[in-house]
């Protein structure tokens, strides 16, 4: 059954970096766009990075803008999102999406930033 993975979330200070990565299994991401969501409590899920298939573009939410970086390892089938200068209000679950013609969505990581 074709499904994504996140791992690599956790507890980390201000300032700190973490890297989470999503794998998928039973599709190829070579052929879809991938995407980091997150969703903090009592918020929406909101985008955070994507990364188009066709044209390997990438767009960011303007909240991570210059923070977080999104990249791909199409021959691991992972998904990478790099996060660098943690803040307080990055703390939410981190949800990989992969999106084509089928949808799949992960289940989430917890990324908590406090002191």
């Known amino acids: 059954q074709a499904r994504v993975v996140e791992s690599g979330g956790g507890l980390v200070q201000p300032g700190g970096s973490l890297r989470l990565s999503c794998v998928a299994s039973?599709?190829?991401?070579?052929?879809?766009?991938m995407s980091w969501y997150r969703q903090a409590p009592g918020k929406e899920r909101e985008l955070v990075a994507k990364s188009d298939f066709i044209d390997g573009r990438t767009i960011y939410a303007d909240s991570v803008k210059g923070r977080f970086t999104i990249s791909r390892e199409d021959g691991k089938n992972t998904v990478y999102l790099q996060m660098n200068s943690l803040k307080p209000e990055d703390t939410a679950v981190y949800y990989c999406?992969?999106?084509?013609?089928?949808?799949?969505w992960g289940q989430g990581t917890q990324v908590t930033v406090s002191s």
């Open positions: 039973e599709f190829t991401t070579a052929t879809y766009d």
């Open positions: 999406n992969a999106r084509r013609r089928l949808i799949y």
